[in-house]
């Protein structure tokens, strides 16, 4: 049974960037997506971005320009870097697989295995 | 623009039928995925393609579609399907895309 863990700092200055890798385990297949998402404080489930088992990333549009997935393949690990934080960017960071289901040519993807998830407070 | 949109609560007796909707336009032809989110924990996919059950999630829990609006029914609910649901599906560029999230409470 694959699990995911994420892990990284709780806490985070204004400006600086936050860093987040996740763990997976349980299972020797390298042909997965994965995918990072938040939740701030008492709100809904935000998508923040993926990255392919080749190394192809996608991003939310909010954030593209302060967002890196990578990808660590030698040790089944993948990362969250997120530039520039404010405190609008503290919230729970969840590590996530993504599968693809299709109809008809086009391809929704779901989020079917999680982290436990991580607190992230941007706060000086 | 691709929204998707939930009432904010629904409340139930135990026992009874609950139903929760998610109305988006991309619903017509994207498939729909809920998650149960309990208090505290992470997030879990308990309906994928609209209606299908992954294993490990009760019977209770099944899905439904119709035109724009996908439906998640708990039949017999039971105290510990308290928690916050979402669905998700795909914007216009095929990202994913979740709703704001329903609360059930069991009375």
């Known amino acids: 049974q694959m699990q995911l863990q994420e892990s990284g700092p709780g806490l985070v200055k204004p400006s600086e960037t936050l860093s987040l890798t996740c763990s997976v385990s349980?299972?020797?297949?390298?042909?997965?997506?994965w995918s990072w998402l938040r939740q701030p404080p008492g709100k809904g489930l935000e998508w923040v971005g993926y990255?392919?088992?080749?190394?192809?990333?996608n991003y939310n549009p909010s954030f593209k320009s302060r967002v890196t997935i990578s990808l660590h393949t030698s040790n089944k690990q993948f990362s969250l870097s997120l530039g520039s934080v404010t405190a609008a960017d503290t919230a729970i960071y969840y590590c996530?697989?993504?599968?693809?289901?299709?109809?008809?040519?086009?391809?929704?993807?779901?989020?079917?295995?999680w982290g436990q998830g991580t607190m992230v407070t941007v706060s000086s | 623009s691709y929204e998707l949109t939930q009432p904010p609560s629904v409340s139930v007796s135990p026992g009874q039928t609950a139903r929760i909707t998610c109305s988006g336009d991309g619903l017509a032809k994207l498939y729909g995925y809920w998650y149960q989110q309990k208090s505290g924990q992470a997030p879990v996919l308990v309906i994928y393609k609209d209606t299908e059950r992954p294993s490990g999630i009760p019977e209770r829990f099944s899905g439904s579609t119709s035109g724009t609006t996908v439906t998640l029914t708990i039949s017999g609910v039971q105290a510990e399907d308290e928690a916050d649901y979402y669905c998700q599906s795909a914007d216009n560029n095929g990202s994913p895309l979740f709703g704001g999230g329903t609360k059930l409470t069991v009375l």
């Open positions: 990255i392919d088992y080749r190394g192809s990333t």
């Open positions: 349980g299972d020797s297949s390298n042909t997965y997506y």
């Open positions: 996530a697989r993504l599968v693809g289901y299709c109809s008809t040519g086009i391809c929704v993807d779901a989020f079917d295995i």
